[in-house]
């Protein structure tokens, strides 16, 4: 600012008016760096005197003001600086004064807002080369909060330079970690050092993290803070000879910051530092030295996970499969950072741990004495092997789409034991003692007695139903398949759901299935031009023909596609169910996907349960349906083994009087006797051949390959056909008003179990409870589980619960979760609150009041005090 400018603003103070109650104005002119010293006698005002403080005239100017002249106007000059207040004879002067600075430093504090004083000038002068540009001092004034202390100004330009609007060391110290760990080329750091903010920045650390190298280097304070921030969740002789790299005294500050980072958006920033500390600190090599429990607690590497995966996957390729510390582990690392990276791992080993628990309880092998007891077992219990078996190879597909050079070679060794449970343990096992206790009855009657029958399907269901029906038949979808579906429609939909079971027609194949739900008197099959054809009362019964066939029993009826219907628009669908009163719906996912490839049926599976939930909704919020059966033609047999010379029969003493056969059966002329296949009467002894199928999983060799999904034989899973029976409710039907409770779903809450509200320990842990199973109208939910003060500021770590357990043993829905407070001062007269929250935010958090006393409570790091 020029002289003139200087003179002209001082006129217009001393013209303004007075304040009330003042009879004169007195302005000191602050100038500590003199630059208008040389050029005060330019100084000439026209309403006031100006006089200069030299340092040896303060009393005669204090005596000048207070004493001789108590009415003219004066502007005193003071270039003066203090180390004390008290050394400032003028004080009481300059507190009932106005002030005034014309120097660049006072001008640009000004336009920032900042509060002047000797220290905040002195940074502001430090920082001169960065506030020089405007654009570059807006950022200053622009953020959340206006720095009032030299460290808050210090970490506001430091934030200025991150493009942060908040002046927060964690939110810095990514920023710098973000853009790279090579400080040559970290474009942040760099800035830093341009602007003078680097020594400002490893104070910063310094006295947050305890990160004191002599030499600047971004690798080695990684290292520390990720070191240090673990001895909270694992015991520091784990680390020992890594001492240097940690810093006790700062242990809290540096597991906030990591703990922080975890649940931030750019967490796979930190994955790559995490994974440099791991190489450069050779963690892999010392974590495979302890126990999966030493392991657990800690998330913040992620080569623990592929350690605990080694270990447990190891264990099970040795055989020994502990259930409880699969499942417990498993529990504990799918609410830790990156379990998504190493999800279908610990979802295929969670599986093997149901199927070994499973083994456990059916270790003495299956004996029961009776087709229609084993037939109950399996479709309320035996299933589920099938539904494990499943899972696990799902998850062991979707692993194959991306490779971990240290798991996957070991994951395929877990394979094999799971096939060595399931194939030759549950199928072969469970098939000889079915195939022994059904052998006679098929023979003589062609099917199992005192079970529904496909048959029977629709002069059962259909023929006497009073109501709309719609019947989804979805070609393959095995009872397992169907379990799990009828499951999810219960919790995901206002309706009554139930499972029930039926007996596929023999051979359990697409054409004999599908005419088996189809209204008939008979059922036969004879030779048309080389193709074995199945006939209802004479009628063709291939797709082309259902249609007609259901409308020759109730002319309101009709059979459609799922692929026609779902790429049709509104209107053009409902317009063809509109009047009818029987609507079958074809759906083929599963099958069809076994015609690609054996390994893509499971996918399918899913696939298939999401296209029929959808095709709920559709029948119900468009075609007004409320009464719906999904059933299927036939189940399926598959395993992922190959299978060996033991598991085919040789078709050559077939002797050429085959009619039809696949690697599940054999439909032959009178008379034929083949070797190693059982007696099947078919279709109730109305023809002139006689069917055949292999025990247990045995296949029939035959060219060509589907040797791993097969159906039309007489295992429990090709033959148990099932019925789901969907009853959509209405709000306005009596069902559902009676037993709103019952049908209305809502997810599983978690409630705390522990009964003390004190916190005396920076760490401590608590226990919790699922109120209600999931299962039915209950549906699981995920809550972060937090502490918090009065005002809602966070105050420790987010620990995750994962609400989905199904028994109905309370004690077995329990959690334990380990919290860290903040470095924060804490008053034992305050209240704080643990805070329960659903991770959608769709219900009202819990709030617990707790009482924290910690004897040597933590100061909150004030930065460069």
């Known amino acids: 600012m020029d002289t003139d400018k200087v003179i002209q603003d001082l006129n217009r103070r001393f013209a303004a008016p007075l304040p009330e109650f003042y ?34 005239n303060t009393f005669s100017i204090k005596k000048l003001l207070s004493v001789d002249d108590l009415t003219t106007n004066y502007l005193v000059y003071d270039p003066l600086v203090y180390d004390q207040p008290d050394d400032n004879w003028l004080l009481d002067v300059e507190l009932y004064s106005e002030e005034f600075r014309a120097d660049l430093i006072s001008i640009w504090m000004d336009e920032m807002g900042l509060t002047s004083n000797p220290a905040m000038r002195k940074q502001v002068k430090n920082y001169r080369i960065y506030f020089n540009a405007k654009e570059r001092r807006q950022k200053i004034s622009s953020q959340n909060k206006i720095p009032a202390t030299p460290a808050q100004l210090h970490m506001a330009v430091m934030a200025a330079i991150c493009g942060l609007k908040e002046a927060q060391p964690n939110k810095i110290l990514r920023s710098v970690f973000r853009a790279g760990l090579d400080l040559n080329h970290n474009a942040i750091y760099q800035d830093f050092v341009k602007y003078h903010a680097d020594i400002a920045f490893w104070a910063m650390v310094r006295q947050g993290c305890g990160f004191a190298e002599e030499e600047p280097d971004l690798g080695q304070l990684a290292i520390h803070l990720l070191l240090t921030a673990a001895t909270r969740t694992m015991r520091q ?67 623990i996970n592929e350690v605990i995966l080694t270990k447990l996957m190891t264990e099970i390729s040795d055989h020994i499969i502990d259930v409880d510390t699969i499942v417990s582990t498993v529990e504990k690392r799918r609410t830790c950072a990156w379990y998504e990276s190493f999800e279908n791992f610990y979802n295929g080993i969670l ?25 109950k077992e399996y479709t309320e219990s035996y299933y589920r092997m099938d539904t494990y078996y499943r899972l696990f190879h799902l998850s062991f597909q979707k692993s194959l789409e991306t490779s971990n050079i240290l798991l996957d070679d070991l994951f395929k060794h877990v394979v094999d034991k799971v096939e060595g449970l399931y194939t030759h343990w549950f199928l072969g096992e469970l098939g000889n003692n079915w195939s022994d206790v059904c052998a006679e009855e098929l023979a003589t ?46 919790r995901e939909t206002q309706s009554k759901v139930a499972i029930s079971s039926m007996q596929s027609i023999f051979p359990s194949i697409t054409k004999f299935g599908m005419a088996a739900l189809l209204p008939h008197k008979k059922l036969t099959a004879e030779l048309r031009n080389d193709v074995l054809t199945v006939l209802a009362d004479g009628q063709p019964t291939a797709s082309g023909y259902r249609d007609k066939i259901l409308k020759s029993e109730d002319s309101a009826s009709v059979a459609l596609k799922y692929n026609d219907i779902i790429a049709m628009k509104r209107a053009e669908r409902s317009a063809l169910v509109k009047g009818m009163d029987v609507v079958y719906i074809y759906h083929d996912t599963i099958d069809e996907a076994s015609h690609t490839s054996d390994t893509a049926v499971f996918a399918a599976c899913d696939k298939a349960i999401s296209e029929l939930k959808n095709l709920v909704r559709i029948i119900v919020n468009e075609f007004g349906g409320t009464n719906i059966l999904i059933t299927a033609d036939h189940g399926f047999l598959y395993t992922y083994s190959p299978l060996t010379e033991d598991d085919k029969v040789d078709k050559s003493s077939f002797n050429g009087m085959d009619v039809e056969y696949g690697r599940r059966y054999a439909i032959m002329q009178k008379g034929a006797q083949p070797n190693y296949l059982l007696p099947v009467k078919f279709l109730g002894g109305n023809t002139e051949y006689n069917g055949f199928a292999p025990r247990e999983s045995i296949r029939i060799k035959m060219n060509g390959g589907g040797l791993n999904f097969v159906h039309g034989g007489i295992s429990l899973q090709e033959m ?67 502490f918090t003060d009065e005002n809602g500021k966070q105050i420790s770590d987010v620990q995750k619960i994962i609400a989905d357990k199904t028994s109905d043993n309370g004690a077995e829905r329990t959690f334990r979760c380990q919290f860290n407070l903040k470095s924060l001062k804490y008053s034992n007269t305050a209240t704080y609150y643990l805070v329960i929250a659903d991770e959608q935010g769709l219900q009202m958090p819990q709030r617990e009041p707790f009482q924290i006393d910690i004897a040597f409570a933590v100061d909150e790091f004030d930065f460069f005090s």
């Open 351 to 375: 599986q093997v741990a149901n199927m070994q628990s499973f083994f456990k309880e059916h270790s003495a092998g299956f004996h029961t004495a009776e087709a229609k007891g084993i037939w």
């Open 23 to 56: 009879q004169r104005r007195i302005i000191f002119w602050y100038d500590e760096d003199k630059e208008f010293e040389d050029k005060l006698d330019e100084v000439v005002l026209e309403n006031a005197k100006v006089v200069a403080l030299t340092g040896s």
């Open 237 to 303: 002789e784990y680390l020992a000879g890594l001492d240097k790299f940690i810093s006790v005294p700062h242990q809290a500050y540096c597991y906030d910051f990591i703990s922080e980072w975890l649940h931030v958006e750019d967490v796979q920033q930190l994955y790559d530092v995490a994974r440099y500390v791991e190489e450069e600190a050779r963690l892999h090599q010392r974590f495979e030295k302890l126990t999966v429990d030493d392991l657990a607690a800690t998330e913040c590497f992620p080569c």
């Open 445 to 490: 009657y062609g099917k199992v007695l005192e079970v529904p029958q496909q048959e029977n399907f629709y002069s059962s269901r259909i023929r006497t139903s009073e109501n709309k029906v719609f019947v989804i038949v979805s070609d393959a979808m095995r009872y397992e398949v169907a379990a799990a579906m009828a499951d999810q429609l219960q």
């Open 720 to 786: 148990v056909v099932p019925v789901i029976e969907y009853h959509y409710l209405r709000n306005d039907s009596m069902e559902y008003k009676r037993n709103k409770q019952k049908y209305d779903t809502k997810p599983v809450t978690v409630n705390l179990l522990s009964a003390s509200r004190k916190i005396s320990n920076m760490i401590f842990s608590l226990n919790f409870y699922q109120k209600d199973a999931v299962g039915a109208n209950r549906e699981a939910a995920t809550y972060q589980v937090y």
